[in-house]
């Protein structure tokens, strides 16, 4: 049988799962998946916390030794348990890759999005709760973040710059990563001991931009900006890496900050359902998938063309997106803020499921 994950493997993309439980822990089907799919790296966010905690009696034990704690705190607690554990699954495969993969990440309060000393605050307290080498903190790409994210990389904290939407956000984080290694190189800290993946996200950008082709009488270019927004986002990631700032940094140990592809479950049903997967491929890129998806592309997922080389493609496709009526700016800005407010809110739902299960506790 073909191995499709190994070929997306061997062609440079690193699998990560888009999930965290600790249901997924116990039963040993996340090790089962390092093991077997070549996954890679695991990412989460609140709402996926929020489904795991409100499925299921795992995590009955944890909550009765925290059940005095404020909400907030253990929330953190139920969380960076899962994390750590998850962390010590990928520990040998961290070893083994020099620190490329093996990632786990953990996300700040999205209620802090837009407040950098709090988000940086809440970065140290996580990565200090975890506990371990291979975690990455998940620290959202707003405009005011970015000097939380680029103060986290100073301090030697790796992250997770996730909510990326834009071409042009894109380059404020690389920018961003660049000059926090900077700061880190003058401070003294070993470069390359600091990682960094920057999230941009795909059917999310479709889903917004097919309804508005829609509205506008225009079906016919559905389907075509977030793969364009893509294609454009890898040829800028190739241009400043190769070049300074990076470059003079990348000669004291520093790595690339990989573009990591996510929200790549497709949306409309009539996509094919391994669309973001196939499409993306790029030696140096993370492909962070829910659990259907990954199986969908095991099973009959193919490599499309590679991404190197075709920017000018993505500019062509989304220039003809724009002439059609579409504002990608207001898009762009839209998904930023929809992304945060949902998170927000499952956050609130989580907390509210915390508290549920602690007030349910058996006596």
């Not at 970065?123 to 620290?139: E, G, P, S």
């Not at 890496?241 to 140990?253: D, I, V, Y």
Request: aromatic share 6%; charged share 25%.
């Amino acid at each position: 049988m073909t191995d499709h994950l190994r070929d997306l493997t061997d062609a440079g993309v690193s699998v990560w799962l888009d999930d965290l439980s600790r249901e997924r822990l116990a039963s040993g089907s996340l090790a089962a998946m390092i093991r077997d799919d070549h996954v890679r790296g695991v990412t989460t966010n609140p709402t996926i916390f929020a489904a795991a905690i409100a499925r299921g009696d795992a995590y009955l034990g944890q909550l009765r030794q925290i059940a005095a704690m404020p909400t907030a705190e253990a929330i953190q607690q139920l969380c960076a348990q899962d994390v750590r554990e998850a962390c010590d699954l990928f520990a040998e495969l961290h070893r083994a890759t020099g620190g490329e993969d093996g990632w786990v990440s953990i996300e700040v309060e999205p209620a802090l999005a837009h407040d950098a000393a709090a988000t940086l605050a809440q970065a140290r307290q996580l990565r200090a709760l975890v506990a371990r080498d291979n975690v990455l903190i998940k620290i959202p790409a707003t405009t005011e973040s970015l000097r939380a994210v680029e103060n986290a990389i100073a301090e030697g904290i790796s992250v997770n710059v996730t909510l990326i939407f834009s071409v042009a956000r894109y380059d404020q984080v690389m920018e961003a990563y660049a000059r926090g290694l900077a700061r880190a190189r003058d401070a003294g800290l070993d470069l390359s001991r600091i990682h960094s993946v920057a999230s941009v996200f795909i059917s999310r950008l479709d889903a917004e931009v097919d309804q508005r082709l829609r509205a506008l009488g225009r079906p016919d270019l559905c389907g075509q900006a977030a793969i364009a927004n893509a294609r454009v986002a890898v040829g800028h990631f190739a241009a400043f890496f190769s070049r300074e700032p990076f470059a003079g940094l990348a000669s004291r140990g520093a790595h690339t900050q990989r573009p990591l592809w996510a929200s790549t479950g497709t949306k409309d049903p009539a996509y094919p359902d391994t669309l973001y997967v196939s499409e993306l491929v790029h030696p140096g890129t993370v492909n962070t998938m829910p659990e259907k998806t990954l199986r969908a592309f095991a099973d009959h997922g193919r490599l499309g063309a590679p991404l190197a080389g075709r920017a000018d493609d993505g500019r062509a496709a989304l220039a003809a997106l724009r002439e059609a009526g579409v504002d990608l700016d207001d898009a762009f800005g839209v998904l930023e803020s929809q992304g945060v407010q949902k998170f927000v809110d499952s956050w609130k739902r989580l907390a509210a499921d915390v508290e549920e299960a602690r007030r349910s506790l058996p006596s």
